[in-house]
């Protein structure tokens, strides 16, 4: 399992990002995957996560309604499109993965693969 984030960088309160994870070395199609996040100081938490079989998808509440996550099957890629940034969204992102099974949800405690992480900055 290869999991490579691409996309973070420096951006003023307000601004938007959009994340990649690109997947290589599974089955992608039965994986669910999930957004983590780590800011200095603070141990690591699940942002968001997308499931297989329809896409449902999970977020934390303090970026509900301003974080969408996709992923595209065919490129092997999930987003996560970060709107409204805020200073306290500030941290390495990390995507991670983890095997479904049939109808099941994506589950941040289940995540097992973890890619390296892309650094997101909010500031002015």
């Known amino acids: 399992v290869r999991l490579v984030e691409s996309g973070g960088g420096l951006v003023q309160p307000g601004g938007s990002l959009r994340l990649s994870c690109a997947a290589s070395?599974?089955?992608?199609?039965?994986?669910?995957i999930g957004w983590f996040r780590q800011a200095v100081g603070k141990g690591r938490e699940g942002v968001s996560c997308?499931?297989?079989?329809?896409?449902?998808?999970k977020y934390i509440n303090s970026v509900k309604g301003r974080f969408t996550i996709s992923r595209d099957n065919a490129k092997r890629t999930v987003y996560l499109q970060m709107n409204r940034l805020r200073p306290e969204d500030t941290g390495v992102y990390y995507c991670?993965?983890?095997?479904?099974?049939?109808?099941?949800?994506?589950?941040?405690?289940?995540?097992?693969?973890w890619g390296k992480g892309t650094p997101v900055t909010v500031s002015s």
């Open positions: 997308i499931s297989t079989i329809g896409g449902a998808s």
């Open positions: 070395g599974f089955s992608f199609e039965n994986y669910a």
């Open positions: 991670a993965a983890h095997e479904v099974w049939g109808n099941d949800a994506c589950n941040f405690a289940a995540m097992d693969s």
